[in-house]
């Protein structure tokens, strides 16, 4: 049976929960999406209806109510690029960058991602597991719904396995939900200094099919720089990867242009990231494939870059902005999503509606995922933030504090404000 309410859309007979006198940013298309005195229902896992507080029926039963209070909705963060697990500390790095050194001379000295992948290998799976379900929980506490989790500190093959093993659990014990991807192609590890063609190789041909047989990573990643892989490189590890049915994506123009990103395009990748070198090329290519641009304000931020991405190709394009974490012990030590916010508006010139949408829906997008993440809206998964603010910009403009009220994630309550 079907209620009929003054809305146009019609009040399903099945809801569990209802959220009343709300404010939301529903953030559908991309646009902030505003509803004032509004109200939203949950049946099960799902947002199954949207609507104006004078559109519910007049009792509403058994249902059970949470009176928001006037604040805030927003969907719940989609974090599209994180390398969440790791073991180690850089902090050593971050003094010797301050002293002058470049992330890319400390990598060519042996440190960098070398350093995290020397202590993700002698650590156990239970270490790793217990040091990333702590980076979990503060993700949640920061209102982080949904987490993409790269391996890639592993560089061979029982540490990248290991790595997304220990992803899986995350996904099993944490209520997030984790997108896991294989980067095996992270950094060249020392026993194949010199020999970087034969390190490809062995991701190609051991490393890709048994992450495939194991079923443990829906997508690949490469990262393809001038201190990393070469586009021919990145172009094999693509072949294997679309042949066994993964989805690709690509650290893509961060330090230099290797035109990683039109590759990558063009093969049909979900995203590129990075791309403070990107060209009006590579760009072209991406608006013609509709690959998302996956920025990372963090890592730049960390590493004191000058060149920002070319956000202004991005708006005449049209192409989809997301922005990401890119939690990690080197480029990235940052563990949640509001400094980002700030950081894409100041850093490089995001509007704070661009910003959430790149948190959110485009961060869907960028996983594949938009079509049940990152927006309200009836049907998708009833993922949601409530935020004691006052307008949805001081998530951007606020630094220092987290004015979260509660985490729903697939209807049920995963985390509320002491
Ligand atoms: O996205 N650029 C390559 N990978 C990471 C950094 C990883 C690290 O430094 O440990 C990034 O910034
Ligand atoms: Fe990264």
Redesign the pocket.
């Known amino acids: 049976m079907i209620i009929t309410s003054h809305s146009s859309n019609p009040f399903p007979d099945n809801v569990d929960q209802m959220f009343t006198h709300c404010r939301m940013a529903t953030m559908a298309k991309g646009n902030y999406g505003i509803m004032k005195n509004a109200a939203l229902a949950v049946s099960g896992k799902k947002i199954s209806w949207i609507g104006p507080m004078d559109a519910l029926p007049e009792t509403l039963g058994t249902i059970k109510v949470t009176d928001c209070r006037n604040q805030w909705i927003l969907p719940g963060f989609v974090d599209c690029?994180t390398?969440l697990i790791?073991a180690g500390s850089?902090a050593d790095e971050f003094e010797m960058r301050l002293a002058g050194a470049s992330?890319a001379d400390i990598a060519r000295a042996g440190g960098?991602?070398f350093s995290?992948v020397t202590a993700t290998r002698a650590a156990d799976e239970d270490m790793l597991f217990d040091l990333a379900s702590r980076r979990m929980a503060r993700f949640l506490r920061q209102g982080i719904t949904t987490v993409e989790i790269k391996s890639?500190?592993g560089l061979d093959l029982d540490t990248e396995l290991k790595m997304l093993a220990v992803a899986g659990r995350l996904q099993k014990a944490c209520p997030q939900d984790v997108s896991t991807t294989f980067l095996g192609a992270?950094a060249l590890p020392p026993k194949f200094a010199g020999r970087s063609d034969d390190y490809i190789k062995e991701v190609v041909r051991i490393m890709l099919p048994e992450v495939k047989d194991q079923g443990i990573a829906t997508a690949v990643d490469v990262?393809c720089?001038n201190i990393?892989f070469s586009r021919d490189q990145t172009r094999q590890v693509f072949e294997k990867a679309l042949a066994l049915g993964f989805a690709i994506k690509l650290?893509a123009e961060?330090l230099s242009d290797s035109n990683g990103t039109a590759l990558a395009a063009q093969m049909g990748a979900l995203s590129c990231?990075?791309l403070e070198y990107l060209s009006l090329d590579g760009a072209r290519k991406m608006a013609d494939h509709g690959t998302v641009a996956v920025l990372?304000p963090g890592?730049f931020y960390y590493l004191r870059e000058t060149r920002i991405p070319p956000v202004e190709y991005f708006r005449n394009l049209r192409i989809p902005m997301a922005v990401a974490t890119?939690l990690?012990?080197?480029?990235?030590p940052v563990f949640g999503m509001m400094p980002v916010l700030n950081m894409a508006c100041l850093l490089f010139g995001l509007t704070c509606e661009e910003a959430l949408a790149g948190a959110t829906i485009n961060g869907a997008r960028a996983l594949n995922l938009a079509d049940c993440k990152g927006s309200l809206e009836p049907g998708k998964d009833a993922d949601f933030v409530i935020w004691d603010v006052d307008t949805p910009a001081d998530l951007c403009y606020l630094t220092g504090i987290t004015p979260l009220q509660n985490v729903v994630i697939g209807g049920k309550t995963a985390y509320v404000m002491a």
């Open positions: 690029h390398h790791w850089r992330y960098g991602i995290t890639g500190y992270h990262f720089e990393a650290h961060q990231d990075h990372l890592a890119d990690n012990p080197g480029s990235s």
